[in-house]
């Protein structure tokens, strides 16, 4: 991977689910480092160039949504994506202020993944409403 | 009917209604409304209302249910003295089924303006005014339409009055059963016991108490019956009212319950499930997605490696060298070493994550068929542990859950169904805080505490949650008591949980302060338990 392709960091504290992820993104044109907590996290996004951030949202201590949440005031250039399981569903007006580009279901699709994912990096961070 | 000559002379009728100040009340004008002509006298408390009784020339009292329950006690009184009968109104109230306020016989009761007219028209009409209410029970539209099964018997031991509903049960038509001794849906001779013979002869009253009646086909029938005696004007016995339903129905209906329960459990499980099931789902269907994509790249490997093998044994050194590098080209761009890496590694944690699908499919299966018929040696401990499990995915957002155990003896319990009861409590801990925090980005806790009690161990569940008032603390163990928003709870936890620990000869008790927390205090004995 070159030094400036895009940097892409996965938060899931289900290391069988970053592992599954790392094998449907290897192709594609960005770097993907995982973490499985959001203290991880934080520790990457302070110390390297991060362009999307893909959390899943039922964590340990905390939602997925106050982390990004928490992420777009500290770090608002980072794209940011929320991916949810079967019976989370999470009302759209708890979404919109956050700024998430996208709500990924799982079980996801491989191919819709990799097209949503290569969209937010090409739209660039939203601004939050 | 307004104006008509029958009803020239006006009738008189007391209406004791708290009211607004000085208008007249909803259900006064509701009588005017159905062209009623009487001279209606507002009274709006029992001293009133006990002055124009002793002017003396009221007919009937309408009682409007809005009335503070002392003063409608005391005027029901009052009426009762002066030999007048009663009609409550509780307009806007729904079907009505009342024959006693308190203690007080009532001639019929009304939940709509146009009710209230009809009964008020028929007890002028009957001349009941004036009459005892064992006598003019027959006569209102109410009882004739009431969906729930009565017979009024008179001081002389007739059947004075028979409803549908009570004649279906008994295997007859109302008017068929009208004048009979009581010994025709007693048997003869009547049996003293009764809880009807016993209202007639002593004035006992009896509720929810289950009995039988004699049906026309001369089968007994099993029924839930409550009665009591209506008294006569000079403090004698008028007659008793009884009204009943038919145990098999009633059975009928407590088997729905049950349903309901398992399904209430079932539903907590389904949520817990779903999220277990979520993580495993999304990565084996990856991983297969994935795995499907090497092989093909393997696939294109090996056309390669048979494009070589076909060059080298035809001895042609020079194709066999541009094949082996064309392979080796293909080899590096497919990176096939990793790949035949990671295709195990995919493998491998597919199989595991089946593999922690067939479990919750297992833990389910055991939910669903909690009644194995011998109790076991269960390990509360475990139990604990194996029922976190299946919910801790649904909460492990908001909560820091808490484990303290003590080393057990074994309990003799049926497993499942201790672990449905700690499902409940543990649900019930994560939906209290989730109540309180929100989404505010707070966390809760929930301390999950075993130890040896006398006799028995004892499990405690707290949280610091929302917490119960002083008022719901009372009713929490009341089926159907809920204070969640409809579809999220069904008020059926605690008071499954409640008959399953009794059941175990255990005990469950609750401590709670409102925005502190909640114990829940869950004892089972180590002994041989209660029956059950
Ligand atoms: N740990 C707790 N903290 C606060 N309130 C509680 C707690 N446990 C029970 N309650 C109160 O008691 C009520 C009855 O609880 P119960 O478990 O019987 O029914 P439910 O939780 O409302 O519905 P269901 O269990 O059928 O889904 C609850 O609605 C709630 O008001
Ligand atoms: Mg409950």
Known sequence: MSADSPLVLIVDDEPRILSALRRSLRREPYEVITVESFREAYHVLESQPVTLLLSDYKMPGMTGLHFLAEVARRHPAVVRLLITGWMESIPQQEIDPVGVWAVIDKPWDDAELKDTLRGALKAGPPVPA | ?532
Not at chain 2, 370 to 378: F, N, T, V
């Open chain 2, 1 to 532: 009917m307004s104006g008509s000559s029958e009803h020239a002379a006006v009738a008189r009728v007391l209406l004791a209604s708290p009211g607004t100040q000085g208008g007249i009340p909803d259900c006064g004008r509701a009588l005017q409304g159905h062209g009623l002509a009487l001279s209606l006298e507002v009274v709006r408390d029992a001293p009133a209302c006990a002055r124009a009784l002793a002017a003396g020339d009221s007919q009937l009292l309408v009682l409007d249910a809005g009335c503070a329950s002392d003063e409608a006690g005391e005027m029901l009184g009052l009426a009762q003295e002066a030999g007048l009968a009663v009609v409550v109104a509780a307009l806007g109230s729904g079907p009505l089924e009342l024959a006693y306020w308190g203690s007080q016989p009532v001639a019929a009761c009304a939940s709509t303006g146009a009710e209230l007219a009809a009964a008020v028209r028929d007890l002028l009409d009957s001349g009941g005014a004036a009459e005892i209410p064992g006598s003019v029970l027959p006569s209102t539209a109410i009882l004739r339409g009431l969906n729930v099964a009565l017979l009024a018997i008179d001081a002389a031991g007739r059947i004075s009055h028979c409803n549908e509903p009570a004649a279906r049960i008994l295997g007859t038509r109302a008017e068929a059963l009208q004048g009979l001794p009581l010994a025709s849906c007693l048997g003869s001779p009547v049996p003293e016991a009764h809880p009807v013979a016993q209202s007639l002869s002593r004035g006992d009253s009896f509720e929810g108490y289950e009995t039988t009646l004699l049906r026309a086909d001369g089968r007994n029938i099993a029924v839930g019956l409550s009665c009591a005696p209506i008294p006569g004007p000079g403090g004698d016995r008028a007659g008793v009212v009884a009204v009943f339903n038919e145990l098999r129905e009633a059975r009928r209906m407590r088997g729905d319950v049950l349903q309901r329960e398992k399904m209430a459990s079932i539903g907590q499980l389904a949520a817990g499930v779903a999220h277990e099931i979520n993580n495993p789902m999304g990565f084996i269907h990856a991983n297969l997605a994935q795995t499907a994509e090497y092989a093909s790249e393997l696939r294109q490997i090996w056309s390669r490696v048979e494009a070589l093998q076909k060059v080298a044994l035809a001895g042609d050194p020079v194709q066999s060298r541009v094949a082996a590098q064309e392979l080796a080209a293909a080899a590096e761009e497919v990176d096939v070493s990793f790949v035949l890496g990671d295709l195990a590694k995919a493998i491998r944690e597919s199989q595991e994550g089946s593999e922690r699908i067939r479990h919750i499919v297992q833990d389910l299966r055991d939910f669903s068929h909690p009644d194995s018929s011998e109790r076991e040696a269960a390990d509360v401990n475990q139990c604990l542990d194996s029922t976190a499990n299946i919910v801790w995915p649904m909460m492990k957002h908001l909560v820091v859950l808490q484990k303290n155990y003590a080393d057990l003896p074994p309990v003799p319990a049926y497993p499942m169904q201790i672990k449905q009861v700690l499902m409940n409590l543990l649900v019930n801990a994560y939906q209290a805080i989730e109540q309180r925090v929100g989404r505010s980005g707070e966390m809760g806790t929930i301390e999950v505490e075993t130890r040896v009690a006398p006799e028995g161990v004892e499990i405690r569940v707290s949280d610091d949650g929302v917490g119960i008032s002083e008022e719901h603390l009372q009713r929490i163990f009341d089926p159907f008591f809920t204070t969640k928003r409809v579809g999220s709870g069904m008020g059926l936890g605690l008071s499954t949980s409640f008959k399953i620990v009794e059941r175990h000869g255990g005990t469950l008790s609750v401590e709670s302060e409102e925005n502190v927390g909640t114990t829940m205090r869950l004892f089972l004995p180590t002994g041989p338990a209660a029956p059950g």
